[in-house]
């Protein structure tokens, strides 16, 4: 049974980092890309960031790039999130999840992935509030 349990949300000022960390199990994580999905309140699910098996290779949404770092050690089965810069309007749920979408620039391809994603972790609450 696959397990994604996400940690490190909580209260980030604007212009503040977050380091977010998912633990996996349940299936071969060392094989698997993985991504950082979130959801905003009024907005939906967003894509933000994947990479790929062997953490050489590593793709991010437009609304993040520059700004968001991943990194996974597969001998812990671990992945992480670091998004610098917050803005109040990223307050979300943070989800990881196996796999990313085949062309991360199509918003439909990017919104047909997203529903046929079945493993879901309890995600992490992010709020940026000063």
């Known amino acids: 049974e696959v397990h994604l349990v996400e940690s490190g949300g909580g209260l980030v000022q604007p212009g503040g980092s977050l380091n977010l960390s998912c633990l996996v199990s349940g299936f071969t994580f060392s094989t698997a890309w993985m991504s950082w999905v979130r959801r905003i309140p009024g907005k939906g699910l967003e894509w933000i960031s994947g990479i790929d098996a062997g953490g050489d290779n590593t793709i991010y949404a437009d609304s993040v790039k520059g700004r968001a770092t991943v990194s996974r050690d597969n001998t812990k089965n671990m992945f992480y999130l670091h998004l610098s810069s917050l803005k109040s309007e990223e307050k979300a749920l943070y989800y990881c999840?196996?796999?990313?979408?085949?062309?991360?620039?199509?918003?439909?391809?990017?919104?047909?992935?997203?529903?046929?994603?079945?493993?879901w972790g309890q995600g992490t609450q992010v709020t940026v509030s000063s």
């Open positions: 999840v196996k796999g990313r979408p085949r062309w991360p620039d199509s918003p439909e391809v990017v919104a047909g992935w997203l529903e046929e994603v079945k493993n």
